[in-house]
């Protein structure tokens, strides 16, 4: 990112977004970060080689792209495919990965100024054929938006599917307006779970901007390396990582705390976009019934209403978002094979999949809590 430029891709962001569209995780701040930082670099696996299309100096198209020798922190599982690809001989990594590193939230991955001499299907098609052209398995480009997934299923890449759970703000007044869309067991017995915990005297605090002290960092990052041993085995983000964000984004960054005796025992991580609000990372040093759901999904409703935002995304799987209001969305990745005989193996593994997660998808709507829609 630094060999790019703040200022060039600053303003190639600003030409591809509105404000009130402004995704975080693809901003200059964010990427360049977790470089500063060595959570992306050299011994991670996360090799940065970011695309980027220039003419007469001036940037005018780029794609954020890493050289992978694994397939962690990517959220879309590919294990299999290289599994079954080395049985057979090949060598599936180094591979191509178009995405924001351990951050599984939809947003632009074909970054494309309107005087640029391409489109964003012509930049889909480039990156098609770098597998062939380097020497490398594959490409994947992971949580596309729409622009960018019709790019790339029309330049010929291979479509996946997934499902997340997002609220989406319907211009609730506030959180009784949005509580009173539940059916009235459901209604009840989350107003009992938000009760239940905070019943052991915790008190809640959203810290952002100047709130965010290397204090406040410090307690936050043995919460998340507590939970970060507990999931992935190795937390991928470090200490410095945070700093790096807190001093130059902390004016997008929530996260709401508990606190006994004024010392943070828990905490979950947002970041802020133009019309979301990202959910990412949560920890604790003390166990505490319903905490997690309270700070994880209550909180940001609530904290989204009350500012307006359109939705808010929780992350990545979690059926239990359902019953806090949280509804199925299905995200989208593209994929393209220099093997043909991989290809054709992870085409067929695809299409079968996809209708499996549609299917899917129709039956997690079925167990939503809100009310049936009243009879006119």
């Known amino acids: 990112m630094a060999d790019i430029g703040r200022k060039d891709w600053d303003r190639l962001i600003s030409s591809n977004t509105s404000k009130n569209c402004i995704n975080p995780f693809i901003q200059y701040d964010f990427l360049s970060s977790l470089e500063a930082s060595g959570s992306v670099g050299s011994g991670s696996g996360w090799q940065p080689r970011h695309v980027s299309v220039r003419q007469d100096g001036r940037l005018v198209a780029a794609a954020p792209c890493y050289l992978k020798a694994h397939s962690q922190g990517e959220y879309v599982f590919d294990h299999g495919w290289a599994d079954a690809f080395e049985r057979a001989g090949g060598a599936y990594y180094p591979k191509l990965q178009i995405a924001v590193p351990f951050t599984p939230a939809t947003g632009p991955r074909l970054l494309v100024a309107g005087s640029a001499p391409l489109t964003r299907l012509d930049l889909a098609a480039t990156l098609a054929r770098l597998p062939e052209a380097l020497g490398v398995s594959s490409l994947h480009a992971t949580f596309l938006d729409e622009d960018d997934r019709g790019s790339f299923e029309l330049a010929g890449l291979l479509m996946r599917s997934d499902i997340q759970f997002h609220f989406f703000n319907r211009g609730y007044r506030d959180r009784a307006d949005f509580d009173a869309t539940f059916a009235s067991r459901k209604r009840k017995q989350m107003r009992k779970e938000r009760e239940a915990a905070l019943a052991t005297g915790l008190t809640l605090r959203r810290l ?142 695809l299409k079968r999949e996809r209708a499996a997660i549609r299917q899917e998808a129709a039956l997690l709507r079925e167990h939503l809590p809100f009310r049936p829609p009243s009879m006119p």
């Not at 997008?252 to 990412?280: C, K």
């Not at 759901?293 to 359902?322: M, N, P, S, T």
């Open 208 to 349: 952002t901007g100047t709130d965010l002290t290397e204090e406040v960092w410090d307690s936050f990052f043995s919460f998340y390396m507590d939970t970060g041993g507990r999931k992935w085995g190795r937390p991928y983000l470090n200490r410095r990582f945070f700093s790096l964000i807190g001093e130059t984004m902390s004016d997008r960054i929530l996260l709401v705390g508990a606190e006994r005796n004024g010392r943070l025992i828990a905490g979950a991580l947002n970041f802020i976009g133009g019309d979301a609000l990202y959910g990412r990372y949560w920890g604790a040093i003390e166990e505490h019934p319903f905490l997690h759901f309270e700070l994880c999904y209550h909180q940001a409703i609530d904290f989204a209403i009350e500012h307006g935002l359109d939705r808010v995304e929780a992350g990545a799987q979690g059926e239990h978002k359902l019953a806090r209001g949280y509804e199925p969305v299905i995200t989208h990745s593209a994929h393209a094979m220099a093997h043909e005989g991989l290809r054709d193996a992870v085409a067929d593994y």
